[in-house]
Structure formats: structure tokens, C-alpha cells
């Protein structure tokens, strides 16, 4: 139900356009593809992905001899689902890697703004809600408030915040957070980072240290890397999955603000260009507005 609220500014966009094109249209014609395909672009499904669904769709109409555009809305969401999941059978939703017995660790990147710190909050709330122990490590050391932000979000959610002054090595908070989390038995380890995209080679140097700080002490963590994506942002969070993916290994994107936007077709290009599923979606301010990305509901939602 929340997944569905937090996607209607993308459903009113996208569904009305697509509706208002089948009853221009009625019957299948060149000219109904290339409409189509400006309806996807401005959804941000992005070229690629866009100009790889229209073949697809364009064959399977000749193919099933559709010439009724309504049927043709059908295929639009079959071929969505598709082009989310590629060539994988995969059609369960990918939530976070856990491990049964033991600290599971999780590495949140990105950039400031997107929503990283809010995040980290609500996944803490919900792992807490489901009977985990939670520590969160804050490791964003470069950003003004950030340490102070994320501890006020620990007490929100009533977890413990293992923090260092600002300006400190980062490995050393993630490193005193694993040490933490053990002897306090925690479930959980979340980890916030800095995310300076202002020079790669840093960014890359600082989130392999705190990797290798991770791996050292528990060799399969981090269990997961996610990365925050801001989804009003566009094919500017797609150029920053872009370089984030170059620098460390991206296991899932949270993508946040999906409320705000009617651009969500964000997700399926960044799925189809970048290989990196979706994992969580932020779907509002509240501690609760953190739901997990389900493909099917998603494609289907945007037509209903
Ligand atoms: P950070 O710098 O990446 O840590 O970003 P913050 O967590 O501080 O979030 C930046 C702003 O985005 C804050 O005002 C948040 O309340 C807001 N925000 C985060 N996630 C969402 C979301 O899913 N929906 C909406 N509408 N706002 C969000």
C-alpha cells in the first residue's frame, strides 16, 4: 500500500500519458512507438533501455499480430517486468543479504543530500522492529554535522551510535563499530560513509580502506554495499551509480524520494545499465517511508 502511495506522482504521469496515447491512437502505428518512446524518455527509463524496449515490443506486436493499442499496454508492463530482471528467472524481491549467526554488516555510500543518513535511520528502526540488536557506525567523518546527525537518529530509534571526533579516520570508526557490535552482540552493523565524488581516486582509496578494515575482521562483510540514489535527481543519480560502481563493488541501490518524483522509471535504467538491483525505496520522511523494491508491483503499480 505504501509502495503504491509513494509511486503516484510516477503513476498519475506515466499511466495518464500512456492512456491518453492508447485512445489517440487505437490502433498500432509507427507514429504510436515514437510517442511512446518520448513517454518513457520523460519518465527517465533512460535512452538505452527505452530504445531496447520499443524493438522488443515492436517485434512481440508484429509477432502476437496485436494491432489494438489497449492490448499493447499489456505487453508494455510484461516487457517492464522484463527488462527490470534481464535474463534471470529472478523475480522475487532481492532484499538485503543477512547472515543467520553472526554480525551482518552493511556499507552505505553516496553522496550528501540524497538521503543516506534518513535511510540508515528507518533500516535501523525496521531491523530493530523485527528483533535485531543494531549499532550504527558513524564514519561519515568529512561532512559538518554529519556524525551528530546520524547519533540523533540513533536515539530516534533508540540504537547505539559508535562515533569518533570530526575529521577522523573513518576505518577507525567502522573498525571500533565491528569491535562494538561484537562484544555487545549486536545483529546489525550499519556503517555510514563520506561520499566526495569531487575526487574519485579518494573516494575510492577512503571506501576500500574501510572495506578492508571490514573484511579483516569478518572475512564475508560487508554483507552488503548500498548505494543512496536520490531518484528527483534523474540521470544525475544515473552518473552517480556510474562512478560509485567504479569504485567499490555496489551490491544494491536504496533509492530514496521516489515520493517526489515522477521520474521512477529511474530504477529500471539504472537496473538495465548497471546490472545493480534495487533494494529499498524511500518513500516519504517518516521513520516508516523505507519499503523493499518489488519489481511486479512496481511496473504493474504505474498502470493501475
Ligand atoms: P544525507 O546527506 O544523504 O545523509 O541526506 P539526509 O538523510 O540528511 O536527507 C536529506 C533530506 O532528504 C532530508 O530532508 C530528508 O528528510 C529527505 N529525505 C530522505 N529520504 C526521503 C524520502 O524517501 N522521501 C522524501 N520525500 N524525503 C526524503
Known sequence: EKFKMGLTKTRNSFSTRINELVAKYREVDEDFFEELEEV??????????????????????????????????????????????GDEDEEEVEGLKEVEDGLTVYLFVGVNGVGKTTSIGKLAHQLKQDGKKVILAAADTF???????????????????????????????????????????????????????????????????????????IPEAPHEVLLTLDATTGQNAMSQAKTFAEATDVTGIVLTKLDGTA???????????????????????SVDDLEPFDAHAFVYGLFA
Open 143 to 217: 561532512r559538518a554535522g554529519a556524525i551528530e546527525q546520524l547519533d540523533a537518529w540513533g536515539s530516534r530509534v533508540g540504537v547505539d551510535v559508535v562515533k569518533h571526533s570530526a575529521g577522523s579516520d573513518p576505518a577507525a570508526v567502522v573498525y571500533d563499530g565491528i569491535k562494538a557490535a561484537k562484544s555487545r552482540k549486536a545483529d546489525v552493523l550499519i556503517c555510514d560513509t563520506a561520499g566526495r565524488l569531487q575526487n574519485k581516486v579518494n573516494l575510492m582509496n577512503e571506501l576500500s580502506k574501510v572495506k578492508k578494515v571490514i573484511t579483516r575482521e
Open 40 to 85: 518513457l524518455i520523460s519518465a527517465d527509463v533512460g535512452v538505452h533501455a527505452v530504445m531496447d524496449l520499443i524493438e522488443e515490443l515492436e517485434a512481440e506486436v508484429k509477432r502476437r499480430n496485436i494491432k489494438d493499442t489497449k492490448e499493447v499496454r499489456e505487453v508494455i508492463s510484461e516487457k517492464l517486468v522484463e527488462l527490470y530482471y
Open 263 to 285: 521520474k521512477g522509471g529511474i530504477i529500471l535504467a539504472i537496473r538495465k545499465e548497471l546490472e545493480i538491483p534495487v533494494k529499498l525505496v524511500g518513500l516519504g520522511e
